[in-house]
Nanobody, 119 residues
Framework: QVQLVESGGRLVQAGGSLRLSCAAS????????MAWFRQAPGKEREFVAA????????NYADSVKGRFTISRDNAKGTVYLQMNSLKLEDTAVYYC????????????WGQGTQVTVSS
């Protein structure tokens, strides 16, 4: 089992920046690929960014490329999402997720943290 706890979400003005954190506990963090997803009101959950176990590969949704950066600190068991140039449409609940090497999908999810971007 892996427990994931997100933090850092808050109200921020458009154009501003925010850094989300996701702390993992339980099994060895470095064994898991990590990702961020988000879900806006009335919309389906969507992929935001992912980072491989060894940190040598990252992937981003087109809507956040060039603005968001995913990173991880395996020693601290934490994955981050640095969000810059925030837009109104970035408003959502942000979730982190973990996937083992043997899984097709993400096995573990956090409870989410709310990000609200205001004009």
């Amino acid at each position: 089992q892996v427990q994931l706890v997100e933090s850092g979400g808050r109200l921020v003005q458009a154009g501003g920046s925010l850094r989300l954190s996701c702390a993992a506990s339980g099994r060895t963090f470095s064994r898991y690929d990590m990702a961020w997803f988000r879900q806006a009101p009335g919309k389906e959950r969507e992929f935001v960014a992912a980072i491989s176990r060894s940190r040598d590969s990252t992937n981003y949704a087109d809507s956040v490329k060039g603005r968001f950066t995913i990173s991880r600190d395996n020693a601290k068991g934490t994955v981050y999402l640095q969000m810059n140039s925030l837009k109104l449409e970035d408003t959502a609940v942000y979730y982190c997720a973990a996937k083992s090497a043997y899984s097709l999908g993400y096995d573990y999810w956090g409870q989410g943290t709310q990000v609200t971007v205001s004009s």
